[in-house]
């Protein structure tokens, strides 16, 4: 192993990237993996089980393929808005096949956050369930339609809109190769609470899935088990083009509960669990409850939030699975970094791993300069997998891009000699509860809508089970409700996806700022942990 003298480390060119388009990838397995089980999942509507081999789902991708291109020319931008029903990974290869980009949205979004995704992408077409849990979907694009007169609106529930019948060889012999097309847009949150697309390409996800599997060991032919939401990147890249280039199977979980997925592992007995520590804490939590064995995983792989040491032992003594942390973002598609159990314990417990293959890492100090070894500093990358670029915002784009190319992820870590990276923060303001990224200046934005409020700031404090939670610190205008803290939560609820709602609520007399005005987020949290501040209960 390469020791280094400073906290930078060059690519390692061990595993060679590939040149595949993911339509490309696929038609692959289908000729090699054919009768080999791809997917399983629930059918939209009626939750029946679909089971489709490698072959099939080449063929369903093909049909849905040639539906969109009916309604939409390669390169413009069809958006998906469903849970986790096996149609999502189905028009996932469709649209790849189709040459379109496809917008992926999170199902929880309300009317507002819809209007805001589907004016910035311009999206061409929108395909969309009718239901995700007890959230009327259908209805929401009934709300929205009228102010898109150029958008083909398409429900699930309408099969031969967006799965031909008959397959057009056109459509299919005319699928991309090139593999530095764009094939994904995906929202993430930022700073300033605007959510920005992170645009990804075909070459990006592909190696992604491929470079991650082989370097922590995952085996040819895999099956796993995807529980996380399909419009992440940890979800639709790892969970599904993982076991695409494995000739594996995906099992996807439409909607988790501990209880139900615990009887998906003993049943179907997985070589892979993905995971976010939100999943994991409560498989866990669940399993001691139960009086039924534990199911035995061979490996648990995940990332989106700091995995504790205790869970990582936990998972192994409980389910006897081996722990891969992944480390990275969606500008990365996703992941940079991984341990491996071929790593010393002291590794695989408090580290994020060694760099994935073909991309350099660094580490620098806020003039870009490359920090000494074991220094804290900002977590930047380059290389196959960093984004096209953000939507229409070049500015965001070239502040997410130093002078040399590297990708500022905005977390700090530290690098020792070996390239080995120790998250210590988090440059970004964000907050990540259960996987998901949270932007507070969306909150705060949401929340001083309120009359009563008079001002608001959105800090994330530390939860055992969701990695951090969403607390809101308000001061109040006049005289204080007595219903305040009904009031504030079904007004945040009315206007914010669920999991932005803040769990916990404080009022404050004066909020601590800077100089020039600023509200200081770390001296709002010492004054919740000093008990300093108010809760509303």
Not at 53 to 79: D, K, R, S, Y
Not at 90 to 99: E, L, N, P, R, Y
Not at 353 to 382: F, N, S, T
């Amino acid at each position: 192993m390469t020791v280094l003298t400073t906290s930078y480390r060059p690519a390692d060119q061990t595993l060679p990237l590939v040149e595949f388009t993911v339509p490309a990838l696929l038609a692959e397995r289908a000729a090699s993996c054919a009768s080999t089980t791809a997917l399983v999942g629930t059918r939209h509507g009626d939750g029946l089980e679909v089971r489709l081999t490698w072959a099939e789902l080449q063929t369903e991708a093909q049909h849905v393929a040639t539906a969109i291109a009916a309604v939409a020319n390669p390169g413009e931008f069809v958006a998906l808005w469903a849970p986790n029903v096996v149609e999502w990974p189905v028009i996932q290869h469709g649209a790849a096949m189709a040459g379109v980009v496809l917008v992926a949205l999170n199902p929880v979004l309300r009317e507002t956050e819809l209007r805001y995704a589907l004016e910035h992408s311009g999206a061409r077409v929108l395909i969309h369930a009718d239901r995700s849990r007890d959230y009327d979907l259908a209805e929401v694009v009934d709300a929205v339609r009228p102010d898109f007169p150029g958008l083909r609106t398409i429900s699930l529930s309408e099969r031969s809109s967006w799965c031909a019948d008959v397959v057009d060889r056109a459509v299919i012999d005319a699928a991309p190769t090139d593999p530095y097309l764009p094939v994904m847009l995906q929202y993430t949150s930022g700073t300033t609470g605007s959510p920005k697309g992170v645009l990804l390409r075909h070459r990006s996800v592909v190696n992604v899935a491929k470079l991650t599997m082989e370097f922590v060991g995952v085996e040819t032919g895999a099956v796993t088990v995807n529980p996380l939401p399909m419009f992440h990147t940890a979800a639709c890249v790892m969970g599904t083009l993982g076991p695409l280039w494995l000739g594996g199977t995906e099992i996807l979980i439409e909607q988790f509960a501990p209880e139900p997925v615990l009887d998906v592992l003993r049943r179907e007995q997985p070589d892979v669990l993905f995971n976010v520590p939100a999943i994991l804490g409560a498989l866990l939590e669940a399993q001691r409850g139960s009086t039924e064995t534990a199911p035995r995983i061979a490996r648990v792989i995940g990332g989106a939030a700091t995995l504790p040491a205790s869970m990582i032992t936990a998972v192994e003594d409980v389910f006897g699975a081996q722990v891969t942390n992944l480390f990275g973002q969606t500008e990365l598609s996703p992941v940079l970094t991984a341990t491996r159990g071929s790593d010393s314990r002291e590794d695989q417990l408090g580290t994020v791993g060694h760099p994935l293959p073909q991309v350099d890492v660094k580490i620098v100090d806020p003039a870009g300069g490359v920090v000494p070894l074991g220094e804290p500093g900002e977590i930047c990358a380059r290389g196959y997998q960093q984004l096209i670029e953000y939507l229409g915002d070049p500015v965001a784009t070239a502040g997410a891009v130093d002078a040399d190319g590297f990708v500022r992820t905005g977390d700090e870590g530290s690098m020792d000699a070996r390239g080995y990276v120790t998250l210590t923060g988090r440059l970004k303001d964000l907050i990540i509860r259960g996987g998901e990224n949270i932007a507070p200046a969306q909150i705060e934005s949401c929340l001083l809508g309120h009359p009563a409020v008079l001002e608001a700031t959105v800090v994330g404090l530390p939860d055992d089970a969701m990695g951090e939670i969403v607390a809101a610190v308000v001061r109040v205008r006049g005289d204080e409700p007595v219903d305040l803290r009904e009031q504030l939560v079904s007004y945040a609820t009315e206007r914010l996806s669920p999991h932005k709602v803040p769990a916990r609520w404080f009022v404050a007399s004066e909020l601590p700022v800077t100089p020039t005005g600023k509200v200081q987020k770390f001296a709002v949290v010492d004054q919740i942990d000093g008990e300093g501040l108010r809760e509303l209960r």
